[in-house]
């Protein structure tokens, strides 16, 4: 009556995962994609993780972040929350953190919200701060009134 009972598996029936092991599946970091040093992409490289890339791009590449060792090269626009540059990029790049080796050449407008730069890195183009939208500066939708005045109706004011 109350003898405890042996759970055995059943044959060609997997128990189903626990939600901390589901939790923790999510959470487990992943590791990078690696493009070798005798690989050459012509494409577009899309990516909603991490890429390092070693060999030569052309195309655009767009991941969360990337980082591009000595012996990469990239032809193409940059998009990434993160980016590091030890090689080479003849194109536009566009992330919040950018950060440029000592050993990297960039040919194109670097646009940012942080970029540390080592001494001896090379760069030319711009340098032009990430702009976020301001929610003072987003119009109002039809039918909201707003209660604090704008900065042509304060100086009407006065």
């Known amino acids: 009556m109350f003898s405890k009972q042996d ?22 970091p992943k590791v990078a994609s690696v493009i070798s040093e ?47 540059i030890r090689g080479k990029v003849v194109g536009p790049i566009t992330a919040k953190v950018v950060r440029l080796f000592a050993s990297c050449h960039v040919e194109g407008d670097i646009t940012h919200e942080q970029l540390a730069m080592e001494t001896g890195a090379h760069f030319q183009g711009r340098s032009m701060k990430l702009q976020r939208p301001n929610a003072a500066a987003l119009p109002l939708p039809a039918g909201v009134v707003s209660l604090t005045p704008s900065p042509v109706q304060a100086a009407s004011a006065v």
């Open 7 to 28: 759970k055995k598996p059943v044959p060609g029936k997997t128990p189903a995962p626990s939600p901390a092991t589901v939790d923790q599946a999510r959470r487990s």
């Open 38 to 84: 005798d690989m050459t992409i012509q494409g577009h490289l899309l990516s909603e993780g991490e890429i390092h890339i070693d060999g030569k791009i052309v195309g655009d590449v767009k991941v969360a972040r990337l980082t591009l060792g000595e012996t990469g090269l990239i032809e193409g626009s940059v998009t990434a929350e993160a980016v590091e």
